[in-house]
């Protein structure tokens, strides 16, 4: 078996790890590396849709290889057209750093992953602003299309014939699944959002593990103790381990997130405002439950509404089990009365129209009238709503990670001059998507492989150390 990484090496996130045995190709990952990235382009200064590929492969953000990429951005880049040489992309789960540059990829590669994972992406698709987020669909770019004046016109997502469904196998746990000259397994593992997996790859050479993202604090816990028996027991030659927070002995807990929480919300006296990942539900039900167990009502916003309504029963609370909070936008038509409906949903994206009017969805004039009975998920893009609340005594809970560049920093100083304006303290309560040093070194000592690959971490060199 031949392994490169073509991303996640010396770095955290960005995983793109190539498999080939025997003429069997399979890429554990495609995520777009933020560090790497970062460096070339920001909010401000984005790669170019009509460069396709290559405003990416000047800066190496993609691997350069045939076979891989999307037809339409081939032909609009003048190049030949490709043959499929890559067999299946497995992925671990639904974060950018390891599910983002699936747009990049040739609709007819099959992408293997659990249930949870596609609807995350399929969220992430259809709420996202991105012009780079074709993740479970493919809108054939650069097409045109005849109108009904008898001229040319751009092809959107509006011309159904145009879109294709990107070939997805929704794996179930412990079953093994053939492709080419290999096996593949899915475990399920405990990470900071739901759906996450683990790989044992089998093949006639020996065996191979890959962690994707783990930790053992979570709800899920369990899976991933599963998983570490279940990859032992596959006695693997090579283990592809992810080592994050390899440095840091800081043991987390998530139930003790909820715990801090639920204090929080107790002694404050008005308006709870909780800063948190969106597409986490597992912090998201931390968040609920500690709302609960204080006699309020959790309020999300319009897109974590949607991700909670796509999940269903895989959500662990329902949508009717939360007030949402339909945000003035554009004209701001829904806080004026008496209004027209349809004009009120002009103001809305095609996705949101559906959370306007539920009998649980609310707007900042019910917020102002009971502050102390709600605890409302904030995120530092919707914080200009704050203008419209202006809470007396309010709470902010920072339940997300501290800032890890320049970017971050900034935005952060932007949200501390907004918390001093409006008078608002903040308290922090929060809990790594990743395993500590120790638990990973007892990790790798229970699966006991008897090649070690290190990725997605900033510090290789310790696990030589150990
Ligand atoms: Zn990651
Ligand atoms: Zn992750």
Sequence with gaps: MDIKILGGKNEIGGNKILLEHKGTRIFLDFGMSFGESGKYFSEFVQPRKCGCLSDFFEFGLLPEQKGLYREDYLKHMGLPPEKRDVDAVLLSHAHADHAQYIHFLRKDIPIFCTRESKIILEALENTGASGFSDLVTYLESFAFYENRNGGLSRVDRKKEEFVFDRDYVEMKPYEKYRIGSLEVEMLPVDHSLPGACGYIIYSDEGNLVYTGDIRFHGYVEEQSKEFVARAKASSPRWMISEGTRIDSDRIDSEEGVKKDISAAISDAKGLVLIEHPIRDLYRAKSIYDATRENGRDFVVGLKLAYLINLMGELSPFSISDVKILVPRKKWGLISKEPFD??????????????????????????????????????????????????????????????PFNDDMELDEQRKQNWLKHFNITQVSAHASGHASGPEI???????????????HTEHPKLFKKN
Excluded: G, H
Aim: aromatic share 10%; proline share 5%; hydrophobic share 40%.
């Design 341 to 402: 409906w349809p004009q009120v949903c002009q103001d809305y994206d095609k996705w949101e129209r559906e959370f306007l009017d539920r009998d649980n969805s609310i707007t900042f004039k019910n917020l102002k009238k009971n502050e102390d009975s709600f605890v409302l998920s904030m995120n530092l893009w919707a914080m200009n709503q704050l203008i419209d609340i202006r809470p007396k005594n309010a709470l902010w809970i920072k339940s997300n990670c501290e």
């Design 441 to 455: 070194r007892d990790m790798i000592k229970r699966i006991n492989p008897e090649n070690l690959i290190p990725v």
